[in-house]
């Protein structure tokens, strides 16, 4: 088995979304200055994610979606007709580069882990993408283009885990009614895409966990145990991608979900002794500081290396030199640590009870 592999590029380093739009902060180089400054990136583990040509993009996108995203890049006009240039999806100049590397990261992932092994693409998991236009911030759906190049490898068993905050639609699109992807996702109830009800199961191929605003630690861990790991373990999949948005920490500012950080590591740890091969992309997350600080604990955990309980100063100032247009502004943990506190609380009434009909759902399925 391979060593494991984090997937980067130079074009995430200076290139937004636009001033005003909420990926206009810095993810990629945050979590990728982060990991080299405290020693757990060398060059062996980082690769160059290449540009995937138009024609893989066509495993799940139209060619003429794919074209009109070329298109856009060159003239820098709007494409109604496909999404292209809306307040969500604007056109900006990276606008077909930045997500086809995003994808040629995945496929890349996806070779690295054919013997077996761990790959990380953090600027991944852009699981909103549709076949026809661009949808959610997401240009290309890098996870199905993924999760279809490990089956078009010949793999069997795919276990898709999504803890984005939002519900991946375009992945459920994909998928739908398959007998070889599992998608399982927690998502914020009533928030967009409003998609992914307790009782819709994708043609038997998904479980959809909508969880309440103030979602915690302590209701993660239940739906981890409960729902997650158990459901994943009886399928035993051949190959595990799992989508690590850190959108669902409390600092976020498009989510009321309020985890810590720490769930993204144990989301982790869990799911890599499940399967001999483990896909980790990145996804939501739109608090520069939350983001950078969630998915370097996640390297650190795919890569085993301890997490400092305090950064060493030349490693915060990679967090205090960040800046956001936001009012809200990190406290001086936030800027001195990686890991959260932990943040528990009492399992809901609706957590409880969609863990039980969930849990009697499998039940049923088992006979």
């Given at each position: 088995?391979?060593d494991?592999?984090f997937?980067?590029?130079?074009?995430?380093?200076?290139?937004?979304?636009?001033?005003?739009h909420p990926?206009?902060?810095?993810r990629?180089?945050?979590v990728t200055?982060l990991?080299?400054?405290?020693?757990?990136l060398?060059d062996t583990?980082f690769?160059?994610s290449p540009?995937?040509?138009?024609t893989?993009?066509?495993?799940?996108?139209?060619?003429a979606?794919v074209?009109?995203l070329q298109?856009?890049?060159?003239?820098?006009?709007?494409?109604?007709?496909?999404?292209l240039?809306?307040?969500?999806n604007?056109?900006?100049?990276e606008?077909?580069r930045?997500?086809?590397?995003?994808?040629?990261?995945?496929?890349?992932?996806?070779?690295?882990?054919?013997a077996?092994?761990?790959?990380y693409?953090?600027?991944g998991?852009t699981h909103?993408?549709l076949p026809?236009?661009?949808n959610?911030?997401?240009y290309?759906n890098?996870?199905?283009?993924?999760?279809?190049?490990?089956?078009?490898?010949?793999?069997?068993?795919?276990?898709y885990?999504?803890?984005?905050?939002?519900?991946?639609?375009?992945?459920?699109?994909a998928f739908h009614?398959?007998?070889?992807v599992q998608?399982?996702?927690?998502?914020?109830?009533k928030r967009w895409?409003f998609?992914?009800?307790?009782?819709?199961?994708a043609?038997g191929?998904a479980i959809?966990?909508?969880?309440?605003?103030?979602f915690?630690d302590t209701?993660?861990?239940?739906i981890?145990?409960e729902?997650?790991?158990?459901s994943?373990?009886a399928?035993?999949?051949d190959?595990i991608y799992?989508?690590?948005?850190a959108?669902a920490?409390?600092e976020d500012?498009l989510?009321?979900?309020t985890l810590?950080?720490?769930?993204h590591v144990k989301?982790v740890k869990?799911?890599q002794?499940?399967s001999?091969r483990?896909?980790?992309?990145?996804?939501?997350?739109?608090?520069p500081?939350s983001v950078?600080?969630a998915?370097?604990?996640?390297w650190a955990t795919?890569?085993g290396?301890?997490?400092?309980?305090v950064l060493?100063?030349?490693?915060?100032?990679i967090l205090?030199?960040?800046?956001w247009?936001?009012k809200?502004?990190?406290?001086?943990?936030?800027?001195?640590t990686?890991?959260d506190?932990?943040r528990?609380?009492?399992v809901s009434?609706q957590?409880q009870?969609?863990v039980?009909?969930?849990?009697?759902?499998s039940a049923?399925?088992?006979r």
């Open positions: 088995m391979s494991p592999i997937i980067g590029a130079r074009i995430y380093r200076g290139s937004s979304y636009g001033p005003h990926l206009s902060i810095p990629v180089p945050t200055d990991c080299r400054a405290l020693g757990w060398p583990h690769r160059t540009c995937a040509k138009p893989a993009l066509t495993g799940f996108h139209t060619s979606y074209a009109a298109r856009a890049e060159v003239t820098q006009k709007a494409d109604l007709a496909f999404d240039g809306t307040l969500s604007p056109v900006f100049p606008v077909y930045r997500p086809a590397t995003a994808a040629g990261g995945g496929l890349l992932a996806a070779e690295h882990v054919r077996g092994g761990v790959a693409n953090p600027g998991g909103h993408g026809d236009r661009a959610g911030f997401c290309v890098e996870p199905v283009l993924t999760i279809r190049h490990l089956l078009g490898m010949g793999l069997t068993r795919i276990a885990v999504d803890i984005d905050a939002h519900h991946c639609d375009g992945v459920a699109v009614g398959s007998d070889q998608m399982i996702s927690f998502h914020e109830d895409p998609t992914g009800a307790l009782s819709d199961d043609g191929a959809n966990i909508p969880v309440p605003r103030g915690n209701e993660f861990d239940l981890l145990n729902v997650i790991l158990p994943v373990a399928q035993k999949p190959a799992l989508q690590c948005g959108d920490v409390t500012p989510s009321r979900l810590s950080n720490r769930c989301a869990a799911l002794a499940l001999p483990l896909i980790v992309s990145g996804g939501g997350g739109y608090n500081w950078g600080r998915w370097a604990c996640v795919l890569a290396h301890d997490i400092p309980d060493p100063i030349g490693v915060a100032k205090r030199d960040l800046r247009t936001r809200a502004q990190p406290s001086e943990a936030m800027m001195m990686l890991l506190p932990p528990d609380g009492p009434e957590v009870d969609a039980k009909a969930l849990s009697a759902r049923l399925k088992g």
